[in-house]
T-cell receptor, first 113, second 111 residues
Framework: DTAVSQTPKYLVTQMGNDKSIKCEQN?????MYWYKQDSKKFLKIMFS???????INETVPNRFSPKSPDKAHLNLHINSLELGDSAVYFC????????????FGPGTRLTVL | GNSVTQMEGPVTLSEEAFLTINCTYT??????LFWYVQYPGEGLQLLLK?????DKGSNKGFEATYRKETTSFHLEKGSVQVSDSAVYFC??????????FGRGTSLIVHP
């Protein structure tokens, strides 16, 4: 039983295209996150939603737009992709009041050509 | 803002050697502290955590103690195995803290 799932696992696309990554969690958690991991493994939080409301929005270009249709899903849409967007994107979830342990998805490797 | 600093890698050890990966943090108040592990091609997974000062987290032979006085949460294991080869991340979060991760330390264990 997958706890946090992401699709697709790999995404190869051209500069200028628009793409989406989907995330779902079946843990019943109330908080979900998007992270970007660069080629040196540095992990940076991008967004966080709690019960469908945006609570963290780090300095991310507005080409990135998260959408949370319900508390089990948090999707990431990226407009006008650039070479520098190439990275691994991780979705995660946690439950407030339980020490905020994060449960990560398997990641989506985005390559922009 | 909050920050987490951990030793740069890679750390290269022989099997059965003792492991220490240093981690220090900067934060006001009392965040929860975590060690996550990332195996190749996978997402991060929780290794251990501590939620208050002097707590010791432990799992799979790894342990770390939350030291408020030195703002540290060093990871240790008495005898590493080849299967421990991975990237290890120190992190803080909890309550109103924005989750903050260190830059990761790659561990390579040779037979």
């Amino acid at each position: 039983d997958t706890a946090v799932s992401q699709t697709p696992k790999y995404l190869v696309t051209q500069m200028g295209n628009d793409k989406s990554i989907k995330c779902e969690q079946n843990l019943g958690h109330d908080t979900m996150y998007w992270y970007k991991q660069d080629s040196k493994k540095f992990l940076k939080i991008m967004f966080s939603y709690n019960n469908k409301e945006l609570i963290i929005n780090e300095t991310v270009p507005n080409r990135f737009s998260p959408k949370s249709p319900d508390k089990a899903h948090l999707n990431l849409h990226i407009n006008s992709l650039e070479l520098g967007d190439s990275a691994v994107y991780f979705c995660a979830s946690s439950q407030r009041g339980e020490g905020d342990t994060q449960y990560f998805g398997p990641g989506t490797r985005l390559t922009v050509l | 803002g909050n920050s987490v600093t951990q030793m740069e890698g890679p750390v290269t050890l022989s099997e059965e050697a003792f492991l220490t990966i240093n981690c220090t943090y900067t934060a006001t108040g009392y965040p929860s502290l975590f060690w996550y592990v990332q195996y190749p091609g996978e997402g991060l997974q929780l290794l251990l955590k501590a939620t208050k000062a002097d707590d010791k987290g432990s799992n799979k032979g790894f342990e770390a103690t939350y030291r408020k006085e030195t703002t540290s949460f060093h990871l240790e294991k008495g005898s590493v195995q080849v299967s421990d080869s991975a990237v290890y991340f120190c992190a803080l979060s909890g309550g109103s803290y924005i989750p903050t991760f260190g830059r990761g330390t790659s561990l390579i264990v040779h037979p």
